[in-house]
């Protein structure tokens, strides 16, 4: 807009200019220059077109290439780490758990300790989601966790287990978020 209003600017300058010398100068000539001065205008919007569609272009590359460096996830299924097929029931200890939201950012959830029992429903009240998603990453892999959490199925450490298989299972059914 404010390069429109510089080309709009320039554009009345130069016909005030020759409307003053309209005596000294020729009508061919004048209608010329102020058709130049509007070609300038718009040159300078095609420029300034072409540059942020070159940086967008750029940004793409600069993404997929970061993209492509980014850790790959674990295979779905791996064959000795399938759960058993009364999987999932067991406990769930968090002892002096902590997590956050990445590697580079402080704890959002801080030495947080309990147990829950087989069978027994769980309700969160968290102020934000992801803290509940972090007490739970495989269900919600938006947290990275950290250490002090327990995850046992009669001597199956879940972490044990295929992300595939974890998102398979049932236990988001018996999780409730408030």
């Known amino acids: 807009m404010i390069l429109?209003?510089?080309?709009?600017?320039?554009?009345?300058?130069?016909?005030?200019?020759?409307?003053?010398?309209?005596?000294?100068?020729?009508?061919?000539?004048?209608?010329l220059v102020i058709s130049f001065a509007r070609n300038v205008t718009q040159g300078l919007s095609w420029f300034v077109r072409v540059s942020t569609e070159f940086e967008t272009n750029i940004v793409s590359v600069e993404r997929i290439k970061e993209y492509s460096e980014l850790p790959t996830e674990a295979p779905w299924e791996v064959d000795e780490k399938k759960p058993l097929p009364q999987w999932p029931e067991g406990s769930l200890e968090f002892v002096n758990y902590s997590t956050r939201y990445r590697e580079d950012l402080d704890l959002v959830l801080k030495s947080i300790s309990f147990k829950i029992n087989p069978?027994?429903?769980?309700?969160?009240?968290?102020?934000?989601?992801?803290?509940?998603?972090?007490?739970?990453?495989?269900?919600?892999?938006?947290?990275?966790?950290?250490?002090?959490?327990?995850?046992?199925?009669?001597?199956?450490?879940?972490?044990?287990?295929?992300?595939?298989?974890?998102?398979?299972?049932?236990?988001?059914?018996?999780?409730?978020?408030?």
């Open 4 to 31: 429109e209003t510089v080309g709009n600017l320039l554009t009345l300058s130069v016909s005030i200019a020759f409307v003053e010398m309209r005596d000294v100068l020729a009508a061919g000539f004048a209608g």
């Open 119 to 178: 069978g027994e429903k769980v309700s969160t009240v968290v102020g934000h989601v992801c803290h509940c998603f972090g007490l739970f990453p495989h269900c919600f892999p938006s947290c990275l966790p950290l250490y002090g959490v327990n995850f046992m199925n009669n001597a199956l450490c879940i972490f044990q287990i295929t992300t595939h298989a974890w998102r398979m299972c049932q236990t988001t059914t018996h999780q409730a978020v408030i």
